[in-house]
C-alpha cells in the first residue's frame, strides 16, 4: 500500500520505518530540513520536504494515489488541515490523524476528514482504567466514528455472568464477545464457554448497545 | 478551499458533463446534477449540509461543512459541481466542492 505520512517527527519517523519494513511504500513529508537528514537514513522511505498544509506539495508527494494519509504532526490544526485536504481535494480512502491535546478530539470527525483518531491521553486512559479496575467497563478503542467500540469488563464476584455459558448470555443485538482473557491466556469466546470470576471479556460493540452489554457483563 | 464560482461562464455553449454513474473515486470532475435530497446533519456541534445529487444515470452525495444552507441550492434545482469524489459510507461524496447554480 502507499501511505502518505505528515510530520516526520518521532511518531510519524517511526510509523515510517515499521511500515516500510512491512513493505509498504512510504512516502514522509516534512518541512523540517533536520527531519530530511534523519528520515533520508531509514531505509525504503522517500522524503519530501514541504509544508504537508499545501495542497500543492500533498500533490507532489503523490497523495492523490495514497490508500492512506496518516497526519501525525505535533500540532493539531496542521492534522486537521492535512486530513481535511486529503479527503477534499484526493478522496484518499482512509485517513488517520493524532489527537495531541484532548480537548480537541471533538474536532477529529469526518467533518475535517478524519476517517480513524488516536489520541495518547485518551489511550493511556484507557489502558489504566483498565488495568486497575474489576467490574466497570471500559472502552479500549473506537471504530466507525465511534459507532462501534471494543470494551474490555474484568468480571468481579457478583456479576450476574459468572457460572453462565456465554451463549446461554442474553447479547444485545450488534454486539458480540471476541475474546475472554483468562489467566493471561486468549481463550475464543465459545457459545460453551463458561465464565468465571476475574475473566476479562473483550467486546465488540455498537454504541447503542453497550447498556445491555454492562447488564450481562455488570448487572444492575 | 470552500470556494464558490460566479455564473459568468454561463454563455450556453453547450458543455457537456459527464454522467454520475460513471464517476469514478478519486478523479477531478465537474458534473451536472438536480438537487434531490437536502438534509443538515450536525456532527457535534458543527453543522454541515448534505445534498443527494441525480441525473438520469445515478446520484452522488455531496457535503457542505460548516453550513446549514446554501443560498440558491433548493430541492429540485440544477447545479454544476467540480471536485474529488471519495468513496463513503452513502456512496460517492464529494466534501466542499466548488459550485455553479444553473
Known amino acids: 500500500m502507499r501511505i502518505v505520512i505528515a510530520g516526520a517527527g518521532s511518531v510519524g519517523a517511526y510509523m515510517a520505518e515499521e511500515l516500510a519494513k512491512l513493505g509498504h511504500a512510504i512516502i514522509l513529508l516534512d518541512n523540517d530540513a533536520a527531519a530530511a537528514s534523519r528520515a533520508e537514513s531509514i531505509p525504503g522511505v522517500t522524503f519530501v520536504l514541504g509544508d504537508a498544509c499545501d495542497a500543492d506539495v500533498l500533490a507532489a508527494a503523490g497523495v492523490g494515489e495514497a490508500d492512506v494519509v496518516s497526519a501525525v504532526t505535533g500540532d493539531d490544526e496542521d492534522n486537521l488541515v492535512v486530513s481535511l485536504l486529503s479527503k477534499q481535494e484526493f478522496g484518499v480512502p482512509r485517513v488517520v490523524a493524532r489527537v495531541n491535546n484532548p480537548k480537541n478530539e471533538w474536532m477529529f470527525n469526518d467533518m475535517w476528514g478524519v476517517d480513524v483518531s488516536v489520541s495518547t491521553p485518551h489511550l493511556l486512559t484507557a489502558l489504566v482504567e483498565e488495568a486497575v479496575t474489576v467490574g466497570s467497563f471500559v472502552h479500549l478503542l473506537n471504530f466507525e466514528h465511534g459507532k462501534a467500540g471494543l470494551c474490555e469488563v474484568t468480571l468481579a464476584e457478583g456479576s450476574p455472568a459468572i457460572g453462565q455459558r456465554i451463549g446461554a448470555l442474553a447479547w444485545p443485538r450488534e454486539a458480540s464477545a471476541v475474546a475472554i482473557i483468562r489467566d493471561g491466556h486468549v481463550m475464543p469466546p465459545d457459545g460453551e464457554f463458561v465464565l468465571l470470576a476475574r475473566d476479562e471479556v473483550l467486546v465488540l460493540a455498537r454504541s447503542e448497545a453497550e447498556d445491555a452489554v454492562r447488564a450481562v457483563l455488570i448487572g444492575s | ?102
Request: hydrophobic share 35%; charged share 25%; proline share 7%.
Open chain 2, 1 to 102: 478551499m470552500f470556494g464558490r464560482k460566479k455564473k459568468d461562464d454561463v454563455s450556453e455553449t453547450e458543455e457537456t458533463f459527464p454522467a454520475l454513474a460513471s464517476v469514478s473515486p478519486r478523479t477531478h470532475v465537474r458534473v451536472r446534477g438536480q438537487v434531490f435530497k437536502l438534509r443538515t446533519r450536525p456532527r457535534q456541534g458543527m453543522p454541515a449540509l448534505e445534498v443527494t445529487l441525480v441525473d438520469e444515470s445515478g446520484s452522488v452525495t455531496v457535503v457542505w461543512s460548516g453550513r446549514r444552507s446554501i443560498g440558491g441550492v433548493g430541492l429540485g434545482r440544477r447545479i454544476i459541481i467540480e471536485g474529488v469524489p471519495a468513496q463513503g459510507p452513502r456512496g460517492l461524496t464529494f466534501t466542499n466542492p466548488s459550485y455553479e447554480l444553473l
